[in-house]
């Protein structure tokens, strides 16, 4: 439902303004987030767990992640100086 109003509200922003228009990929961030908020609230709600040891899971996680990604775009395979050897 809050997802519905967002388009709506997008799409009559679009509509009426002449300059300033709102990009699509922002409407999907959006819509996105939107989902990601329901599904905690509701993960926390039905499941009766603490929204304090959720967010320090998804912390530890996002860490551990980007520690993984860190190096992927220095690699010298993907650098533009070893493409152009």
């Known amino acids: 439902m809050l997802d519905q109003l967002l ?11 002449n300059t300033r228009h709102i ?8 819509t996105v987030t939107i989902f990601i908020v329901a599904g905690v609230c509701a993960y926390v709600g039905l ?3 603490h929204l304090n040891y959720l967010l320090a899971s998804i912390d530890a996680l ?3 992640i980007l520690y993984i990604l860190k190096n992927v775009g220095h690699q010298d395979g993907f650098s533009p100086k070893a ?3």
Do not use: C, K, W
């Open 7 to 17: 388009h709506r509200a997008i799409t009559r922003f679009n509509e009426r303004a």
């Open 23 to 30: 990009p699509a990929i922002l409407v999907q961030v959006l």
């Open 47 to 49: 499941y009766d767990h």
């Open 62 to 64: 996002s860490v551990g």
């Open 83 to 85: 493409r152009r050897a």
